[in-house]
């Protein structure tokens, strides 16, 4: 938590500062396209922040996102901006006023993936809190979907292929 994350140079005086993460258990090249996959759905409780529409469940072969472009589509609407992007490490994008930043690492140690996002926002002090609680459950979601749709394509692909 002490290390710095690429929102952190968007943001100087955060007065939100949240971390959520998950252990996903393939290569951080295999969970990438899952992510960047976040520019057409959010990925999270769809029948709340989607409209009811289903985010995708294959991977759809998207170009690499890329500065500038919108950070993500929810009920047919563009929404936010990718501020930068370091295939296949880091994906940082602003919206509704919070910047955050997704963070792929795979520890030394361990054959998998850790998915760390932190979110800072210079949102007043009383709300801070309260975006944080539902941030929570929505970030969770998202996190947790994308660590089983990567899980599951990855056991997939690995029962496909011709054994030797």
Known sequence: MARPYPCDEWVESPTLVAWR????????????????QVRVAPYSYDWIDNAGRRSPRTLLGLPEPTAGESFTCAAG???????SVEAPRQL???IAGAVMSYVLERPSREAGTRLVMKIVSETPRPLGPLLSVGDLVMARRQLLNWKHLAETASALQASAEPKR
């Open 92 to 94: 940082t994008a602003r």
């Open 77 to 83: 609407v563009k929404l936010g901006r990718i501020l």
């Open 21 to 36: 993460g998950v252990t996903v258990n393939v290569s951080p090249e295999d969970l990438w396209p899952w992510i960047t």
